[in-house]
């Protein structure tokens, strides 16, 4: 017998850097501690956990009210274990089994956290209109996305801890580290060229964060990119390049007309140019970053 019920799919971000950076033993226990502390407060908000996902946790809650507040309180103490979350909320119907949940709106949960970029809560339209108005007022509508399965885009909006105005548009950053090193050959590589800087990505560099950040490895300085605007993976042979920004991320290949990304994702194939912000027209502008794919 299928439930309605607000869905809140919860990622611990970075936890592989995390594993390299301090061990697997130290990681582990820390993010156990973080786990444990989310279920904590999923709990104190009349939730209920139903499962591990590795490094982050699928739970449910009778009302989005329930869901969001539950939420908000993990955002606020996220910077109390040095990590960051990553939240997907969702409301719709669900079929109860012993262990786990089923049904299409898991799949929506699931879809709109994989979205969400580092400390950021994503929910859809479903959940949104369920709030009550001091948490309604706490939303901001973004866009509405694809999800398999669905013949309509889906609205979703982000949750903030305040009631802040919008922010303004701001600039990019690519982050990553270079990578030069002779055992990097025969494998699968993606190069992107900025400027006067050339970041090779592969299994030894299976992310790239986009955006304006000084922490960032390549600085895309360009006003009409975000300072979080893009990560890029390394995933079952695949870059993957998912758009987390105001303004979109144009990904043009070959002569082709380019693909328009509004949080959404698209795999990088062959050579081309993208453009965090606007159309890419030539590899000179300021926001546009040239890539090839290559087999060393």
Not at 66 to 76: G, N, P, Q, W, Y
Not at 113 to 138: C, F, M, N, Y
């Given at each position: 017998?299928?439930?309605?019920?607000?869905?809140?799919?919860?990622?611990?971000?970075?936890?592989?850097?995390?594993?390299?950076?301090?061990?697997?033993?130290?990681?582990?226990?820390?993010?156990?501690?973080?786990?444990?502390?989310?279920?904590?407060?999923?709990?104190?908000?009349?939730?209920?956990?139903?499962?591990?996902?590795?490094?982050?946790?699928?739970?449910?809650?009778?009302?989005?009210?329930?869901?969001?507040?539950?939420?908000?309180?993990?955002?606020?103490?996220?910077?109390?274990?040095?990590?960051?979350?990553?939240?997907?909320?969702?409301?719709?119907?669900?079929?109860?089994?012993?262990?786990?949940?089923y049904g299409d709106a898991?799949?929506?949960?699931?879809?709109?956290?994989?979205?969400?970029?580092?400390?950021?809560v994503l929910a859809?339209?479903?959940?949104?209109?369920?709030?009550?108005?001091?948490?309604?007022?706490?939303?901001?509508?973004?866009?509405?996305?694809?999800?398999?399965?669905?013949?309509?885009?889906?609205?979703?909006?982000?949750?903030?801890?305040?009631?802040?105005?919008?922010?303004?548009?701001?600039?990019?950053?690519?982050?990553?580290?270079?990578?030069?090193?002779?055992?990097?050959?025969?494998?699968?590589?993606?190069?992107?060229?900025?400027?006067?800087?050339?970041?090779?990505?592969?299994?030894?560099?299976?992310?790239?964060?986009?955006?304006?950040?000084?922490?960032?490895?390549?600085?895309?300085?360009?006003?009409?990119?975000?300072?979080?605007?893009?990560?890029?993976?390394?995933?079952?042979?695949?870059?993957?390049?998912?758009?987390?920004?105001?303004?979109?991320?144009?990904?043009?290949?070959?002569?082709?007309?380019?693909?328009?990304?509004?949080?959404?994702?698209?795999?990088?194939?062959?050579?081309?140019?993208?453009?965090?912000?606007?159309?890419?027209?030539?590899?000179?502008?300021?926001?546009?970053?040239?890539?090839?794919?290559?087999?060393?």
């Amino acid at each position: 017998m299928e439930k309605p019920l607000a869905l809140q799919f919860v990622d611990i971000v970075d936890s592989t850097q995390l594993y390299e950076r301090i061990g697997n033993v130290p990681a582990a226990t820390l993010a156990q501690r973080v786990l444990a502390h989310l279920r904590l407060i999923i709990e104190a908000n009349a939730g209920r956990v139903i499962k591990s996902l590795g490094d982050g946790l699928l739970a449910a809650f009778p009302t989005a009210d329930d869901a969001v507040v539950s939420t908000l309180a993990m955002m606020e103490q996220q910077g109390d274990y040095g990590l960051r979350l990553r939240i997907g909320l969702h409301f719709g119907p669900v079929i109860q089994g012993r262990e786990d949940l089923y049904g299409d709106a898991c799949n929506v949960a699931a879809r709109v956290e994989a979205i969400a970029r580092a400390g950021e809560v994503l929910a859809t339209d479903d959940l949104v209109q369920r709030l009550s108005p001091p948490l309604h007022r706490k939303t901001k509508l973004l866009n509405s996305i694809s999800v398999k399965g669905k013949t309509t885009p889906i609205r979703v909006f982000q949750i903030r801890l305040t009631d802040e105005a919008e922010e303004t548009v701001e600039s990019t950053t690519v982050g990553l580290t270079l990578s030069n090193r002779p055992d990097d050959r025969g494998m699968l590589s993606l190069h992107m060229d900025y400027r006067d800087a050339t970041v090779t990505m592969n299994r030894l560099l299976p992310r790239v964060t986009i955006g304006r950040q000084e922490t960032s490895g390549l600085r895309i300085l360009s006003r009409q990119t975000s300072r979080q605007h893009a990560v890029i993976d390394f995933s079952r042979e695949s870059f993957i390049l998912t758009d987390h920004s105001t303004n979109g991320t144009f990904v043009r290949t070959g002569d082709s007309l380019p693909v328009v990304l509004r949080r959404d994702s698209t795999k990088l194939v062959g050579s081309g140019l993208i453009g965090f912000g606007a159309e890419p027209r030539n590899a000179g502008e300021d926001h546009v970053v040239a890539f090839r794919g290559e087999l060393a």
